[in-house]
């Protein structure tokens, strides 16, 4: 899968969430109080063609921006079913997404997209990009849906000090690992590191990332209409 876009994005990762978009609509809080802004991202279809992998993400804005808050939902079509389900991540902002108390996360970010598949298509790998605005804090988790166990996995570099993580894929060297990059703000050099299923986490040198998977546009992908409650 490769994805060529001009989206910014806080971490300048190689797969971008829709930051242009977030802030533009984050920055709106004043002007139309009480809106939310819904956004679909694109489709990863598994390399075995059974599987379709998409978010949609929620933008609360506030009348200050740095209470604004964002939410997402991955969801995952079994395309030979028609089933569809959601997947939740369980790092720090993600949990209940649409539903928890919105006074309890004001000013918190966290979106979750799909990156990429294993080779073959009975894994899926997002990225759960976690934020506050307004600050400094701002780093990548690794979330793995297994389809044998329909199961999902949380994983972040551990336990080694760093500010920042970005995940970049599947490990090239070791299929079974999600390879990131992790430094300290400021720090020219950052080292790449792999997560195993478990959590253990190791120093690599001269690893890549690899992913899987066809990125497919329809209709509904990109920036969708506004509601109001």
């Given at each position: 899968?490769?994805i060529?876009?001009?989206?910014?994005?806080p971490?300048?990762?190689?797969?971008?969430?829709?930051?242009?978009?977030?802030t533009?609509?984050?920055?709106?809080?004043g002007a139309a109080p009480?809106?939310?802004?819904?956004?679909?991202?694109?489709?990863?279809?598994?390399?075995?063609?059974?599987y379709?992998?998409?978010?949609?993400?929620?933008?609360?804005?506030?009348?200050?921006?740095?209470?604004?808050?964002?939410?997402?939902a991955?969801?995952?079509?079994?395309?030979?079913?028609?089933?569809?389900q959601?997947?939740?991540?369980?790092?720090?902002?993600?949990n209940s997404?649409?539903?928890?108390?919105?006074?309890?996360?004001?000013?918190?970010i966290?979106?979750?997209?799909?990156?990429?598949?294993?080779?073959?298509?009975?894994?899926?790998?997002?990225r759960?990009f976690?934020?506050?605005?307004?600050?400094?804090?701002?780093s990548?988790?690794?979330?793995?849906?297994d389809?044998?166990?329909?199961?999902?996995?949380?994983l972040a570099?551990?336990?080694?000090?760093?500010?920042?993580?970005i995940?970049?894929?599947?490990?090239?060297?070791?299929?079974?690992q999600?390879?990131?990059?992790?430094?300290?703000?400021?720090?020219?050099?950052?080292?790449?590191?792999?997560?195993?299923?478990?959590?253990?986490?190791n120093?690599?040198?001269?690893?890549?990332?690899?992913?899987y998977?066809q990125?497919?546009?329809?209709?509904w992908?990109?920036?969708?209409?506004?509601?109001?409650?």
């Amino acid at each position: 899968m490769n994805i060529q876009s001009v989206q910014l994005d806080p971490l300048n990762s190689p797969h971008p969430i829709p930051w242009n978009w977030v802030t533009s609509v984050a920055l709106s809080g004043g002007a139309a109080p009480g809106h939310y802004g819904y956004y679909r991202s694109q489709s990863l279809v598994s390399p075995n063609g059974q599987y379709a992998a998409y978010s949609r993400i929620q933008v609360q804005p506030a009348v200050h921006f740095t209470q604004s808050r964002v939410v997402s939902a991955l969801f995952l079509e079994n395309l030979r079913t028609g089933t569809l389900q959601t997947l939740m991540a369980s790092s720090p902002f993600a949990n209940s997404p649409f539903t928890a108390k919105e006074s309890d996360q004001a000013g918190t970010i966290a979106v979750l997209i799909p990156i990429a598949w294993s080779e073959t298509g009975d894994r899926l790998l997002a990225r759960e990009f976690e934020s506050i605005f307004g600050s400094s804090i701002a780093s990548d988790f690794a979330v793995i849906w297994d389809s044998h166990t329909n199961q999902t996995q949380t994983l972040a570099p551990s336990p080694i000090n760093y500010s920042n993580a970005i995940l970049m894929g599947w490990s090239q060297t070791y299929p079974d690992q999600v390879l990131f990059q992790a430094g300290m703000m400021g720090e020219p050099h950052w080292n790449f590191y792999t997560v195993k299923i478990n959590g253990q986490t190791n120093l690599v040198r001269g690893d890549r990332p690899i992913t899987y998977g066809q990125v497919t546009t329809n209709i509904w992908a990109g920036p969708q209409a506004y509601s109001y409650r």
